[in-house]
């Protein structure tokens, strides 16, 4: 039989792998974690990319269509330039507006606290 010292002496070592073990998976995780980040971003690089080229490509297709319609090319060249500039714009007030909700505004409001009213006795 065990004294009580010698199960308290198991009990901590038992407790000191455990928490060992964990704090080892939490490490091999974030690592894991890390490295999908990591490819994550790389990809939407490669994506970024490949959409700029399809952009490029599409403005310039539409360029010359302007072209071929009779448009002199430097004012082809300027409208698809300004249709690229007003798209941009927008999707930046877009981000704008999102980036407005980021902040927790619901949240703050609840925890701000409130001033007491004070009643007149007339129930309002």
Not at 9 to 37: G, T
Not at 92 to 117: E, N, V
Request: hydrophobic share 55%; glycine share 6%.
């Amino acid at each position: 039989m065990n004294s009580p010292l010698q199960d308290l002496y198991s009990l901590q070592h038992e407790f000191r792998e455990l928490v060992h073990d964990q704090l080892r998976l939490a490490i091999l995780e974030l690592r894991l974690a890390a490295h999908s980040l990591m490819a994550m971003i790389a990809t939407a690089v490669c994506i970024a990319a490949l959409l700029f080229t399809a952009w490029a490509g599409l403005m310039g297709a539409l360029g010359l269509s302007l072209v071929r319609l009779g448009l002199d090319p430097a004012l082809a060249l300027l409208t698809v330039t300004v249709l690229t500039t007003a798209l941009a714009l927008l999707l930046a007030t877009r981000i704008r507006h999102w980036s407005l909700r980021m902040g927790f505004p619901a949240t703050l409001r609840s925890l701000k606290p409130t001033t007491p009213t004070l009643h007149d006795g007339h129930g309002t």
